[in-house]
């Protein structure tokens, strides 16, 4: 958390909700109860992630969505400091990672990675999902950050 | 069975461009720098402007031909194109476009052309203004992840990482657009010279790229004249004949959330066997390269996927004095490019790839008879093209 909010970033920032179609509905679904749910087709048992209307892998239509646990490592990251939004204009530095899951195909989620933004960030490194409600936003919606393992 | 390929049917015969302005600063509409370009293209071919019979664009440009047709009394209208997906990365597919089309028969004298004010329309290197997102921007909006600066770091980090690459490489790259940029008078960075301690010194962007690692925002328009091969003989400058063009990008590199199977990539690795198959040259063969700069991790990919040199080599090859013209082993961005001329989306990269084959850049090198385009990196599709000499047609 940055020292001076209760989240990560300022409040301000887009609010994210699912598409009119409905695509990614199931997981921000999810991450209000706090879990971590994505795609993964009934077909093949392949994962998918961000979410689509059909499985690359076998192209079949019936894809589920399936919990998985909040636990990755960091595949890439960046560090980013000047503002390109009027509610970040004092949020820099900050810490972006993109992780991977290897306990569902290696897919890919983006978040922040808490703690010391300037601290050194280590590709390889394991991380642990994070939860950030934002309950009075509206909509309500709810974030995944990751914190390194212990 | 007949090879298909537009090799040496087509070339420019006309380049045109405004002046160029910092973003916001035109003191022309858009519509009307369009206009400007256009007409100093077919001024420069020596082609009455109602011979225009088509037009082809990329990035979802504004200026729509219709428009433009009527706007220029057109007596007929043969063909009207634009090349999907946002950023750079159409600038050579929309020249492949209009060769296409003129090979195929569709029209005989086409227009590719991009135009920019941001002063009039909105600026890119900026975040949305709304007060929700959904579809893939929901997946990195919120954690501050917007701008294509933000959204192309990890990706260059990524390779970075991979192959050990140091920030040396990235800071060659940047300097050489700014050197060049110091001989080009039209350049917008020209009297701005950049040295490597002001590189060291500038602020971060975002990790891994420095102030100087990212394009400008300009404003001003460029615009290229394509003709067939043969009319282009007669006309008034030594024709840049096409080569070959290739466009797309690798398997699911567009896979939403930064799931592309290749994240560490320009997005070209199958698109330049394709384009050096298509011109039947290899990068041996060039003389002279113009890649497109939105960050410059993303020139650093497109040099190791169009096979300059390997990518445990980057630091090695990646020195200034490899990049400079007239004498280096790979003079790069020779008018200054998206970094130090003018972020004209990259178009203005092709007018220097012509320049470079007429012999008339600012900076020039000897005996130019292959001239290459890199558009667009990161992104997708992407495309590039080689330009070529009467010599290796």
């Known amino acids: ?114 703690g010391d933004p300037r601290a050194p960030i280590d590709v390889g490194a394991e991380v642990t999902a994070v939860f950030e409600p934002h309950d009075d ?8 950050h990751w914190r390194r393992a212990d | 069975m007949s090879t298909r390929t537009i090799r ?97 028969g569709y029209a005989d004298c086409i227009v590719v052309f991009r135009a920019l004010a941001q002063g009039q329309f909105a600026r890119f290197g900026q975040g949305p203004r709304v007060a929700t997102i959904s579809g893939d921007a929901a997946f990195t909006t919120p954690y501050g992840v917007m ?33 060049h940029a110091q001989a080009n008078p039209r350049a ?50 030594r024709p840049a004949y096409l080569l070959g063009v290739a466009q797309g990008s690798e398997y699911r590199n567009g896979a939403p959330s930064h799931n592309a199977p290749l994240y560490g990539t320009s997005s070209f690795t199958t698109v330049a066997p394709r384009l050096y198959a298509m011109a039947g040259v290899g990068p041996k063969d060039v003389d002279v390269l113009q890649s497109y700069e939105n960050f410059t991790g993303g020139v650093l990919m497109s040099l190791v996927e169009h096979g300059f040199f390997p990518p445990e080599a980057s630091n090695e090859f990646l020195v ?6 007239p004498g280096g082993s790979l003079p790069l961005n020779t008018s200054g490019g998206n970094l130090a001329e003018c972020y004209m989306h990259g178009l203005e990269l092709q007018l220097e790839a012509v320049r470079q084959l007429r012999g008339t850049s600012t900076s020039q090198v000897p005996d130019v008879d292959v001239s290459m385009v890199i558009s667009g990196p990161m992104v997708t599709p992407v495309s590039s093209l080689i330009l070529g000499s009467a010599a290796t047609r």
Request: proline share 7%; glycine share 10%; charged share 20%.
């Open chain 2, 8 to 104: 040496g049917q087509v070339a420019i015969a006309g380049i045109g461009e405004t002046a160029y302005y910092k973003h916001g600063q035109a003191p022309e509409p858009e519509f009307k720098l369009a206009l400007m370009a256009i007409l100093n293209a077919c001024e420069d071919a020596g082609i009455p402007p109602r011979e225009i019979d088509g037009f082809a664009s990329y990035s979802n440009d504004r200026n729509d031909p219709s428009r433009l047709a009527a706007a220029l009394g057109l007596p007929d209208l043969k063909f009207s194109n634009m090349q999907w997906g946002g950023g750079g990365g159409g600038g050579a597919g929309a020249v492949g476009n209009a060769a296409a089309a003129i090979a195929a």
């Open chain 1, 137 to 144: 936003a509206k909509p309500p919606f709810t974030l995944v």
């Open chain 2, 320 to 325: 200034l004095d490899n990049l400079l013209a």
């Open chain 1, 1 to 114: 958390m940055s020292p001076a909010g209760k989240y990560y970033l300022p409040e301000g920032l887009p609010a994210p909700v699912p598409e009119p179609d409905g695509l990614s509905a199931p997981y921000w679904e999810g991450t209000r109860r706090g879990e971590l749910i994505i795609q993964r087709c009934r077909a093949c048992r392949g994962w998918q992630w961000g979410p689509e209307w059909i499985c690359h892998a076998c192209l079949s239509f019936d894809l589920g969505w399936e919990r998985v646990e909040g636990r990755g490592r960091i595949y890439s990251w960046e560090r980013s400091w000047h503002p390109v939004h009027p509610a970040l204009k004092e949020a820099g530095p900050y810490a972006v990672v993109l992780v991977e899951l290897p306990a569902a195909g290696n897919v890919r989620m983006i978040g922040n990675l808490l």
């Open chain 2, 147 to 179: 701008s294509p600066g933000q959204r192309y770091a990890m990706r260059a980090m990524r390779f970075m990482h991979e192959h050990k690459v140091d920030r040396s490489a990235l800071r060659a790259i940047a300097l050489a657009s700014y050197h």
């Open chain 2, 188 to 237: 917008v960075m020209h009297g701005r010279p950049l040295t490597a301690e002001a590189y060291d010194a500038s602020r971060w962007i975002v990790e891994p790229f420095r102030l100087f690692d990212c394009c400008m925002e300009n404003d001003g328009a460029a615009a290229l004249v394509l003709v067939s091969a043969e009319r282009a003989r007669d006309l008034r400058h």
